[in-house]
């Protein structure tokens, strides 16, 4: 324990130990100190993540706290504000200095950080995205649906000038859906390059310039473009 973060095993593990390099598949559920469940809805399995902890795939506490747990094996990490979400929360999922419980269950140690397959869950995930430059103050916004209509979401982000000083605001909206909702979401934008031909460029027609990162241009015309992707276990679809 230390003044920061809270560990205790609630089931010992008994295969390998997650180290400071590894790479993990967890099950991680989050919750506020009064109970009530924030955990990020993830595109693959109930509550299943891939987290590289060489890096910064997940907050400080987590990459913290992961460190020691056996495969198969459950531990409670209890993780104050300035490890978690600190002053800015994520408005519409984690409120501003929340202290998180966070339930991790390991699944399993891999040598890399693609998924596979298996992870993710089935059925087609629809994700749209429009992100723009970095030094525009315009919100940029993501949707992501998967069929079943659970785990959906809405997240925005947007850079703003605070006395003198750039800060970047997020906020996250939880969606649930009907099925045939959904599925219905889904096939529409899959005909959308035959009913809007004109309006849509193929990721492989070559006019597309992605080495903005998020933000995908037309580069003939130099525009930001609206992103519209549909896979089913990993694969592009659309």
């Known amino acids: 324990m230390t003044?920061?973060?809270?560990?205790k095993d609630l089931i010992v593990g008994t295969g390998a130990e997650a180290t400071k390099q590894s790479i993990v598949v967890a099950n991680i559920r989050e919750f506020l100190r009064r109970g009530d469940e924030v955990s990020q809805p993830p595109l693959f399995g109930a509550h299943?993540?891939?987290?590289?902890?060489?890096?910064?795939?997940c907050i400080a506490g987590l990459l913290k706290g992961i460190p020691g747990i056996g495969v198969v094996g459950m531990r409670e990490i209890i993780i104050?504000?300035?490890l978690a979400y600190g002053e800015a929360g994520i408005p519409g999922r984690i409120p501003a200095n929340a202290l998180l419980r966070c339930e991790v269950e390991l699944i399993g140690i891999r040598e890399h950080g693609g998924l596979l397959p298996g992870d993710w869950v089935p059925g087609k995930i629809l994700m749209l995205s429009h992100y723009r430059d970095a030094n525009e103050e315009q919100m940029n916004w993501s949707f992501t649906l998967q069929e079943s209509g659970n785990s959906s979401f809405i997240y925005f982000s947007q850079r703003l000038q605070d006395n003198h000083q750039k800060k970047?605001?997020?906020s996250q909206i939880p969606i649930r859906l009907e099925a045939e909702h959904s599925e219905r979401?889904?096939?529409q934008a899959m005909d959308l390059p035959d009913e809007m031909a004109e309006n849509c460029v193929a990721w492989d027609s070559g006019f597309i310039d992605n080495t903005?990162?998020?933000v995908i241009r037309d580069n003939r015309t130099g525009a930001c473009c609206m992103v519209v992707q549909v896979m089913e276990?990993?694969?592009?679809?659309c």
């Open 185 to 187: 979401l889904i096939r």
């Open 80 to 82: 104050s504000p300035h």
């Open 48 to 57: 299943q993540h891939s987290i590289d902890l060489r890096r910064r795939d």
């Open 233 to 237: 276990g990993g694969k592009n679809l």
């Open 212 to 214: 903005g990162g998020a």
């Open 168 to 170: 970047q605001v997020v």
């Open 3 to 7: 003044k920061e973060i809270e560990i």
